[in-house]
């Protein structure tokens, strides 16, 4: 079983509506978890970061962290074109505290 | 600007020839990092360093080595490529003093050929 899991897509979403990308991790010690888009031929960039179990906002993306569950997400809404990209899920703390793990990464389509 | 630069940003080499692929940063970073990204599986991390003189294994250390003499300097070696350590390779680095925010800044990937 692979530390850190998402679907690795493509997830086609009509231009306007909510995005939603989901990861799942297997190291209960992890501690933060992180959002960075990537888009093709580039490198990836971070979106944001949480830490805490709930909600956290940032203009259009919220992540959400259930720690029971072991799970983490990010919504997007309102979806533009220019959000068409890879999301890669990454995870911090665990085993190693320092060890940084990266999901494979969602690949997200906005349509028109 | 802050940034993270590395070089070659593309290179094809032939097998067992050794090849270094440098990375700096000019932000003052503490925790600087090597990944290999490939198709489906993601980004992996190679080695990681938190401080001068402080390197440790990441997910996929085999065949390669790295150093850290500098702050703004971590070189990754290949003492004797071979044909699937073919990938792009991304070197990060980040304040790494609050590891629960610690936000890595990556460079902008160098594509290793190896034939």
């Known amino acids: 079983q692979k530390e850190v899991e998402q679907n690795s897509g493509p997830l086609s979403v009509p231009e306007g509506a909510i995005a939603s990308l989901n990861c799942t991790y297997s190291?209960?010690?992890?501690?933060?978890f992180f959002w960075y888009r990537q888009y093709s031929g580039k490198s990836p960039e971070l979106i944001m970061f949480?830490?805490?179990?709930g909600d956290k906002e940032d203009g259009r993306f919220t992540a959400q962290l259930n720690k029971a569950s072991q799970y983490v997400s990010l919504l997007i809404r309102d979806s533009q074109p220019s959000d068409s990209a890879t999301y890669l899920c990454?995870?911090?703390?665990?085993?190693?505290?320092?060890?940084?793990?990266f999901g494979s990464g969602t690949r997200l389509s906005i349509r028109p | 600007e802050a940034q993270v630069t590395q070089n070659p940003r593309y290179l094809i080499t032939v097998t067992g020839k050794k090849l270094t692929v440098t990375c700096s940063q000019n932000?003052?970073?503490?925790?600087m990092s090597w990944y290999r990204q490939d198709p489906g599986l993601g980004l992996r991390q190679i080695y990681y360093s938190m401080n001068v003189e402080v390197t440790d294994k990441g997910d996929v250390p085999e065949g390669y080595k790295v150093s850290r003499k500098e702050k703004r300097n971590f070189p990754l070696i290949l003492e004797s490529p071979s044909p699937n350590q073919t990938s792009l390779y991304f070197c990060a680095s980040s304040l790494g003093r609050t590891r629960r925010t610690d936000t890595q800044y990556f460079g902008p990937g160098t594509r290793l050929t190896v034939l």
């Open positions: 932000m003052n970073h503490e925790y």
């Open positions: 190291d209960r010690g992890s501690q933060s």
């Open positions: 990454a995870s911090q703390g665990g085993s190693s505290a320092s060890k940084i793990i």
């Open positions: 949480i830490y805490s179990n």
